[in-house]
């Protein structure tokens, strides 16, 4: 099994950047593919990245393309989203997961954080 904190969120204008972390605890963080969803009021979840185990191969949501980058370092337990060029359409709650294969599915993800507040102002 695995748990998940998120932490890294908070507010910022427009054209800045954030990273978000995800701590992972247990013994088998390195043997699942992580993901990053996140969801803004009156809206479904939605995919935002995701990476397999190794770290090799990454996905990525046309919205966030080119924008964001997902890694993530096993060593630490830890997996990243590096978000640069921030929009307001950002705005969300953002979450990470871990699922047994990479996909952009929320349904195929078994673990979830407690999610972080991310705030783009105009």
């Known amino acids: 099994q695995v748990q998940l904190v998120e932490s890294g969120g908070g507010l910022v204008q427009a054209g800045g950047s954030l990273r978000l972390s995800c701590a992972a605890s247990g013994r088998t963080f390195s043997n699942y593919a992580m993901g990053w969803f996140r969801q803004a009021p009156g809206k479904e979840r939605e995919f935002v990245a995701a990476i397999n185990w190794s770290g090799t191969s990454t996905d990525y949501a046309d919205s966030v393309k080119g924008r964001f980058t997902i890694s993530r370092d096993n060593a630490k337990n830890t997996v990243y989203l590096q978000m640069n060029v921030l929009k307001p359409e950002d705005t969300a709650v953002y979450y990470c997961?871990?699922?047994?294969?990479?996909?952009?599915?929320?349904?195929?993800?078994?673990?979830w954080g407690q999610g972080t507040q991310v705030t783009v102002s105009s």
């Open positions: 997961a871990a699922s047994r294969r990479m996909t952009m599915e929320k349904r195929a993800y078994a673990y």
